[in-house]
């Protein structure tokens, strides 16, 4: 059974790294739900094969309208790591005051 824990990115690290393939959830965008708790999409971050040193958030909610679609623009990643990673500061930039809505999504399994 698949388990998931959301951590807001405010009380991560800002100094943590994350890898293509990392999820996200984003809360808050305006879906027309009875519950709260169902207004959000899900992202994946993802390599941009056609600009070098980028990484983006693609929509992967299931069943969803906006599923395949890009968030924003592309995220810079800091080429003197040496590795195609962004830290939860590189993201805070992308997403400014909306960073509050954001939550690192931790899949486990029973």
Known sequence: MKKIELIPLNK??????????????????GLNVKDEQDNYFDYMLVYVGWEMYSLMLVN???????AGFVYGSVIPVDESLDRMVVRVKDLKAVFGEESKDWYLIKESYE
């Open 60 to 66: 992967i909610t299931e069943n969803s309208y906006d």
């Open 12 to 29: 991560i690290n800002y100094r943590k790294e994350f890898w293509k393939g990392t999820k996200f959830r984003r809360y808050n965008v």
